[in-house]
């Protein structure tokens, strides 16, 4: 029977995961008859978890997963690796934030006094679905009404970086984090979203009493970012780099 070309693309990924675990269990047996079995074992795992990383996103969601907000610094960083950027808050003379870039997402944490104080986390991709830290939920799922049942208010940017976001406190039990779910644009084109934010954003600076529930969008608004803190919402909106920043550290989307 003539196998389809359906089969080939799941054939051909079967056939690179068997290679990879080949090479990998060669490079063990080398480095083991060198007595080097530390190094070894931090170099196949980097490499398995390459490979598992270009067909799925398990790899990312498990990190992002274990993000818990008292982590210590070292612990973070062991989870998480070395950040590429660190930049100094203006706000808070003992925090610090360091971003994590990749193709998929960027993330950020807060680090005051070598502890984890808060993160941010934002999917650059439609089909990442970063899980949400303490509530069970995913980026880029539902329309944002949907996610918690009600909004404390409403934070927005124009300009040097366009957004839209719901500010939350959490439960007792969730120890009363503050929480930030919304959509922020760091394309240089308009999206479905973008009059609107405007539109907010001028009534927000223009009226003494705003209210929320009138805020509707052409489209539902889907988050692709929330940020999570102990500390204050201002804390959150610091911790998103403008478009300019973007660019010159990352290359933008890079």
């Known amino acids: 029977m003539q196998q389809s070309d359906t089969d080939t693309p799941v054939s051909n990924n079967s056939t690179l995961l ?12 080398i480095m083991l008859s060198l007595g080097q079995w530390n190094d070894t074992k931090e170099a196949v795992v980097s490499v ?14 498990k990190r992002i997963s274990k993000l818990r907000i ?6 973070t960083e062991q ?9 100094p808050s203006k706000l808070d003379d003992d925090l610090q934030y360091y971003y994590y870039n990749s193709d998929k997402f960027l993330l950020v944490t ?10 941010t986390v934002f999917s650059k991709k439609a089909d990442f679905l970063a899980p949400i830290a303490y509530i069970n939920k995913q980026l880029n799922t539902l329309d944002i009404k949907q996610y918690l049942p009600s909004q404390e208010s409403i934070l927005t940017n ?15 039990n969730l120890m009363f984090y503050n ?6 644009n760091y394309s240089n084109a308009p999206t479905p979203y973008s009059q609107t934010i405007i539109d907010v ?24 970012f929330y940020s999570i803190t102990e500390l204050s919402n201002e804390i959150m909106q610091e911790s998103l780099l403008s478009n300019y920043e973007m660019s010159a550290l990352f290359n933008n989307y890079d």
């Not at 989870?79 to 930049?87: R, Y």
């Not at 300009?159 to 839209?164: D, K, Q, R, T």
């Open 18 to 29: 068997v290679k990879i675990k080949n090479i990998s269990f060669t490079v063990v047996l």
């Open 48 to 61: 398995y978890e390459e490979v598992i990383s270009r067909f799925t996103n398990e790899i990312e969601y």
């Open 70 to 75: 008292g982590l210590t610094e070292r612990y």
């Open 79 to 87: 989870i998480l690796g070395a950040p590429q950027v660190i930049k």
């Open 110 to 119: 807060f680090i005051k006094k070598q502890r984890l104080s808060g993160f």
């Open 158 to 172: 124009v300009g040097s970086l366009e957004y839209f976001s719901e500010s939350y406190e959490l439960s007792r």
């Open 179 to 184: 929480l930030l779910l919304g959509h922020v």
């Open 201 to 224: 954003n001028h009534m927000l600076n223009s009226v003494e009493e705003f209210d929320f529930s009138s805020v509707t969008f052409s489209s539902p608004l889907i988050p692709n």
